[in-house]
């Protein structure tokens, strides 16, 4: 068996297949190695099982990096209308879901699949259940295994970040990467759900499976999506989508009525019906269980015997009510990790690290998050593609 290859890619995820392929297919000699005994493994479990493979609204401005503007080559060198394009050549029948989100119609494994077959074609060594010891640099790249060493001129790490450690995710990218110089923008939980204490978390336990709409902001970040309340605080796309934005220390807002004027509502309800209780009133505009809790906080009683000014001021806590998480759920339910490798450190057109050469990051390993909806599966395909193009 070979030991002696033009690339060496770390990580059979999305964007290390993806890297792989498009070298093989370039007539590249590839080794892709992964410590897991199978690839794509959280190809697989993406979208509910249906992987939410790319977004057709994808643009740099829907991605997270101390660089925000770092991710536009790659992102213009391999659209999501490239991918559809292959995704078409392997006849999966897909379909768009709500905000541009495109999903297979059959299983995740179809895209899984795909990338292997177009591995195959490019003559792409594919080896897993490969546990990296050791990365060396000489006169190349040596990476020792628990089944031997290997070199290569061209170093790709495509071993993702730190979410989901269940499913075998390490912080490997980021160690080697900062033994060669690359410096780290500090990694911590993206598209997380958020966890709350004291009244907040009073309030929010007993509504457990409740979902509604809602706008989350926290600075100038927002989203109008569906939120979800939790044994341990709040979940749901918009929450998701609000943790990446949210720091430590700081608080969220959420409008529970985003497309309505909750002020006219209540005073228009009042001049209607002055002997419904304020609860049932609420609940004509909110879940039940939601509605019954916020009259229980704020006044139970019939609507009529409050002043406009009671009810305004409810209306203004109903569309501004502020929230101050005391943490998130980890990594263990993140499905991405901010922060990473600092793209100050790679060239945007190739993901060939400036001080390495022939060193290449691509993926989730890198200082750019996508929003939730398939965002960071198009990230991983356009940085993989780059590097591969280039080793």
């Not at 209308?81 to 494994?109: M, N, P, Y």
């Not at 341990?232 to 309505?260: C, E, F, H, K, N």
Request: hydrophobic share 45%; proline share 4%.
């Amino acid at each position: 068996m070979s030991r002696d290859f033009d690339a060496i890619i770390i990580g059979a995820g999305a964007a290390g297949l993806m890297c792989a392929m498009t070298a093989g297919a370039r007539g590249r000699r590839v080794l892709l190695l992964d410590h897991a005994d199978a690839p794509g493994k959280k190809i697989l479990i993406s979208g509910g099982g249906r992987c939410n493979f790319t977004n057709i609204e994808a643009a740099a401005d829907r991605f997270i990096s101390a660089n925000p503007h770092f991710a536009r080559a790659a992102l213009a060198r391999y659209t999501q209308h490239d991918f559809l394009g292959l995704v078409a050549k392997h006849g999966i029948a897909w379909h768009e879901k709500t905000l541009g989100q495109l999903f297979c119609d059959g299983s995740a494994r179809e895209i899984l699949r795909m990338l292997l077959d177009e591995c195959a074609a490019g003559g792409v060594d594919v080896r897993t259940g490969h546990r990296v010891s050791d990365v060396s640099r000489g006169d190349g790249f040596r990476v020792e295994t628990d089944h031997g060493g290997f070199t290569a001129p061209a170093l790709v790490l495509a071993s993702g970040g730190l979410s989901i450690p269940k499913m075998g995710a390490t912080g490997f990218a980021h160690d080697v990467a900062a033994r060669f110089g690359l410096p780290i923008v500090p990694p911590r939980p993206g598209l997380v759900p958020l966890i709350f204490a004291g009244e907040d978390l009073a309030l929010m336990q007993p509504l457990a499976g409740v979902a509604l709409d809602v706008r989350a902001q926290a600075g100038r970040a927002r989203f109008d999506e569906a939120a979800l309340f939790t044994h341990r605080g709040m979940s749901g796309p918009a929450i998701l989508q609000i943790s990446s934005y949210w720091q430590a220390g700081g608080a969220i807002t959420l409008d529970l009525l985003p497309d309505a004027d909750a002020g006219a509502l209540l005073i228009g309800r009042k001049a209607a019906r002055p002997n419904a209780a304020l609860r049932t009133v609420l609940a004509e505009m909110l879940p039940q269980r939601l509605a019954q809790a916020w009259a229980a906080r704020v006044a139970d009683e019939k609507i009529g015997q409050m002043t406009d000014k009671a009810l305004t001021a409810i209306a203004t806590q109903i569309k501004a009510w502020h929230l101050l998480p005391s943490g998130t759920e980890g990594y263990a339910k993140a499905e991405v990790t901010l922060g990473g490798i600092d793209t100050a450190a790679l060239s945007q057109r190739t993901m060939e690290a400036k001080s390495v050469p022939g060193l290449f990051v691509i993926g989730e390993a890198v200082d750019v998050t996508g929003w939730l909806g398939g965002y960071n599966f198009q990230w991983a395909w356009s940085s993989g593609w780059c590097a591969g193009q280039t080793v």
